[in-house]
């Protein structure tokens, strides 16, 4: 079994919005794990009955207040397991992690220097105090994949809302 310490997902909103999937690659070490990111726009539809449903499409024209849903496919092109396989995407500064994020979800509101849960982290104010942080203040998300098989695929995905 081989460890992974870390992966950077380096997701630019530019450059995520052009181009919907974006093959990613490793730092560091040559890694079995291949990655491929793509951005969504969550569109409601309405059908000729009139029946109105959810869909990803596109993001070909997007305005504040708009959902996106960041995705990352992973899959283990290896011979052997892949343990303690990390994720981390920093949020394009354009989008804000959207409020009914799965709330067990690790993320940083301090570009990536502590992790946790939303409901747990903390940020100073210039006076000295503390407050919570908010979906607003996240600045990345990661997953920490304990095992990837070999073979073995995957999807991550985090809702996000154009600012």
């Given at each position: 079994?081989?460890?992974?310490?870390?992966?950077?997902?380096?997701?630019a909103a530019?450059?995520?919005?052009?181009?919907?999937?974006?093959?990613?690659?490793?730092?560091?070490?040559?890694?079995?794990?291949?990655?491929?990111?793509?951005?969504?726009?969550?569109?409601?539809?309405?059908?000729?009955?009139?029946?109105?449903?959810?869909?990803?499409?596109?993001?070909?024209?997007?305005?504040?207040?708009?959902?996106?849903?960041?995705?990352?496919?992973?899959?283990?092109?290896?011979?052997?397991?892949?343990?303690?396989?990390?994720?981390?995407?920093?949020?394009?500064?354009?989008?804000?992690?959207?409020?009914?994020?799965?709330?067990?979800?690790?993320?940083?509101?301090?570009?990536?220097?502590?992790?946790?849960?939303?409901?747990?982290?903390?940020?100073?104010?210039?006076?000295?105090?503390?407050?919570?942080?908010?979906?607003?203040?996240?600045?990345?998300?990661?997953?920490?994949l304990p095992?990837?098989?070999?073979?073995?695929?995957?999807?991550?995905?985090?809702?996000?809302?154009?600012?």
């Open positions: 079994m081989k460890p992974i310490k870390k992966l950077a997902l380096a997701v530019a450059a995520a919005l052009a181009m919907p999937a974006l093959p990613l690659a490793a730092q560091g070490a040559p890694s079995p794990i291949t990655l491929n990111g793509d951005v969504k726009a969550v569109k409601i539809v309405t059908d000729a009955d009139g029946k109105q449903r959810t869909e990803l499409v596109a993001p070909n024209s997007i305005v504040p207040g708009d959902r996106l849903v960041f995705g990352t496919d992973y899959a283990n092109k290896g011979a052997e397991a892949v343990t303690n396989f990390v994720v981390t995407n920093p949020l394009p500064g354009a989008v804000q992690l959207a409020p009914d994020a799965d709330p067990a979800l690790e993320v940083s509101a301090d570009g990536g220097k502590t992790w946790g849960v939303l409901a747990k982290l903390t940020l100073s104010n210039p006076d000295g105090t503390t407050r919570p942080a908010g979906h607003a203040d996240v600045t990345h998300v990661r997953w920490v095992t990837i098989a070999p073979g073995a695929s995957g999807r991550l995905t985090y809702p996000a809302i154009i600012r």
